[in-house]
């Protein structure tokens, strides 16, 4: 069982910055890949990045990829999101999820927990 707790989001002007934290309870966190997806109103969740077990590998859908970063640390227990350049579009909550599968998933349905959410709102 694995409880995830996200933090660090907040109200911030175009082209500024965010960092998102998740932390993780359990004593399994280095096993799992760790992903981010956000919920803009009125639209479906989607998957924003992923990192794997051991940090070695992380994938970024196109939006975000160049601004921003994914990264672990297990001995901490905690997966990070470092915004940059954030656009108004970026405008969501945004959940942390824990998955038990070694290759980095993408879909939802292969996340078996998740975190309660953050919203990160972008000022134009």
């Known amino acids: 069982q694995v409880q995830l707790v996200e933090s660090g989001g907040g109200l911030v002007q175009t082209g500024g910055s965010l960092r998102l934290s998740c932390a993780a309870s359990g004593r399994t966190f280095s096993s799992y890949a760790m992903g981010w997806f956000r919920q803009a109103p009125g639209k479906e969740r989607e998957f924003v990045t992923a990192?794997?077990?051991?940090?070695?590998?992380?994938y970024y859908a196109g939006s975000v990829k160049g601004r921003f970063t994914i990264s672990r640390d297990n001995a901490k227990n905690t997966v990070y999101l470092q915004m940059n350049s954030l656009k108004p579009e970026d405008t969501a909550v945004y959940y942390c999820?824990?998955?038990?599968?070694?290759?980095?998933?993408?879909?939802?349905?292969?996340?078996?927990?998740w975190g309660q959410g953050t919203q990160v709102t972008v000022s134009s």
């Open positions: 999820a824990a998955s038990q599968s070694v290759p980095i998933r993408v879909r939802e349905n292969e996340y078996d927990y």
């Open positions: 990192i794997s077990w051991s940090g070695g590998g992380t």
